[in-house]
């Protein structure tokens, strides 16, 4: 009776397996240091199972480094968690952000871009190969893109590359994306109920592609000491002409105007 049992468990289970939807892929590049695909997924009759994804996509190149310059990853050391640096290197955020554009491009409202690539950093003494992968799509006016492994040094390849979909994996070690709401990368919202996003994930961010800012755009638009303090003293400059006799009130009005209108 029990092996009766076991029989028909491991039916049901070649069953499901059978039965589950499959991952297919559309090579645009195979080549080391970068891996570009379009994924789509297919039931059980061969169907293309429908995404939804605002696709094609058009981003600038320019763009697109832009963001993927932004990335940056913190590790959890000491009880708190720490600034670990950028997820992409300047060589791996222009060689993906063109790849990217492009491959966003040909994509249907039913594929994601999935991607990979390498490049040597620096690891205490010694330059190693370190790899990021992932998954990417355009869904509401926003970038998702979901990390597999993030800046994992290959070693041990075989021991520790994760090879699933990303958006299965809910991160359970020390590294997690940093969000930078102000410049537009936040974490996408939990969901109850939803495969995905039930729990608050770490390595999955959403760019809002209304918003985005670049460091150098927020810098721009953030007043510098310097300038703050050339307002106040154009003010008190105007006060002071104004208390002279030198100006009429209805000038010293519309000077200040101006100047408060330059902040």
């Known amino acids: 009776m029990k092996m ?3 029989i028909v468990f491991l039916l049901l289970m070649i069953l499901c397996a059978s039965c589950a939807a499959k991952v297919k892929n559309v090579v645009i590049e195979d080549d080391d240091p970068e891996h570009i695909w379009l994924q789509y997924t297919v039931d059980q009759d061969d169907q293309i199972v429908a995404q939804g ?8 190149p320019e763009r697109m480094r832009d963001m993927l310059s ?13 600034k670990a640096g950028p997820v992409f290197s300047e060589r791996e955020a222009s060689r993906l952000a063109t790849a990217l554009t492009e491959a966003l491009a040909q994509a249907t409202a039913d594929q994601w871009v999935h991607f990979a690539v390498t ?24 970038l998702n893109i979901v990390l597999g492994n993030m800046n994992l ?16 994996r809910v991160y359970t070690d020390s590294l997690r994306l940093t969000l930078k709401p102000e410049q537009g990368i936040d974490a996408p919202p939990v969901v109850p109920g939803d495969k995905w996003l039930e ?12 918003t985005f800012k670049s460091t150098a755009t927020v810098d721009e638009a953030t007043p510098t000491p310097e300038s703050a303090k050339d307002t106040a003293t154009r003010l008190q400059e105007l006060k002071d002409l104004l ?17 408060l209108g330059d902040i």
């Open 153 to 168: 040094e290959l070693i041990n390849p075989d021991r520790e590359l994760y090879r699933a979909d990303p958006r299965d």
């Open 70 to 82: 932004e990335l940056a990853y913190e590790e959890f050391n000491f009880m708190a968690w720490r």
């Open 199 to 210: 729990k608050a994930r770490r390595n999955w961010v959403q760019i809002d592609l209304t």
């Open 243 to 259: 208390d002279k006799g030198l100006i009429t009130q209805e000038e010293y009005e519309q000077k200040r105007k101006e100047i």
């Open 4 to 6: 009766r049992s076991l």
């Open 119 to 142: 490049d040597m950093k620096q690891e205490l003494l010694f330059k190693t190969k370190h790899l990021t992968d992932g998954i990417c799509y355009v869904k509401d006016n926003k």
């Open 53 to 60: 994804f605002t696709h094609p996509a058009q981003i600038a």
